[in-house]
């Protein structure tokens, strides 16, 4: 397991699941539906919240910026990378990225967890990437 600050994020490099070899990251994509709660800096700042705390993800701070007319953008800074929340009022709809240098759930448990807490789940992508060691500066 990799992390540039271990003593940040305690107990998850004794965990055999989590171990992975520098440099990884996942990428969760989701995209959902929030209802009136797209407009709510606080509830998308919670939403933030919700997720960190339900993947075991160190949360350090959340900026959160909302946009004129409408929309908003929150960023919450985690020890493992960070989270993004984008909303779109207008269409009811919110792409969420979590981003991570651990391991994070299946896509069945994520959308699992994740249920109840938005009005519905429209897609949920998951990738990870290990960079190979070539580099090229062309």
Same mark, same amino acid.
């Given at each position: ?7 940040l994020t305690? #107990? ?11 440099p ?5 994509? *989701?995209?959902? @539906? *929030? #209802?009136?709660s %797209?407009?709510?800096?606080s ?6 919240d ?6 075991? *993800?160190?949360l ?7 946009f004129?007319?409408q929309?908003i953008?929150?960023? #919450?800074i985690i020890g493992?990378s960070?989270?993004s929340?984008?909303?779109?009022p207008? %269409?009811?709809f ?7 240098c651990?391991? %994070?759930?299946?896509l @069945?448990?994520?959308?699992a967890?994740?249920?109840g807490?938005? @009005?519905?789940? %429209? ?16």
């Amino acid at each position: 397991y990799y992390t540039r600050r271990p003593e940040l994020t305690p #107990g998850m490099a004794e965990d055999p699941s989590q171990r992975v070899e520098y440099p990884y990251m996942e990428i969760v994509e *989701l995209e959902c @539906e *929030l #209802g009136d709660s %797209l407009s709510d800096e606080s509830a998308i700042e919670s939403f933030v919240d919700l997720i960190a705390e339900r993947f075991n *993800l160190q949360l350090f701070e959340t900026a959160t910026y909302k946009f004129d007319p409408q929309g908003i953008t929150s960023v #919450g800074i985690i020890g493992e990378s960070h989270i993004s929340i984008h909303t779109w009022p207008e %269409l009811n709809f919110c792409h969420v990225e979590i981003f991570s240098c651990r391991k %994070l759930p299946p896509l @069945e448990t994520i959308s699992a967890e994740l249920e109840g807490s938005v @009005e519905t789940v %429209l897609n949920v992508r998951k990738r990870s990437r290990q960079p190979s060691t070539e580099q090229s500066f062309d």
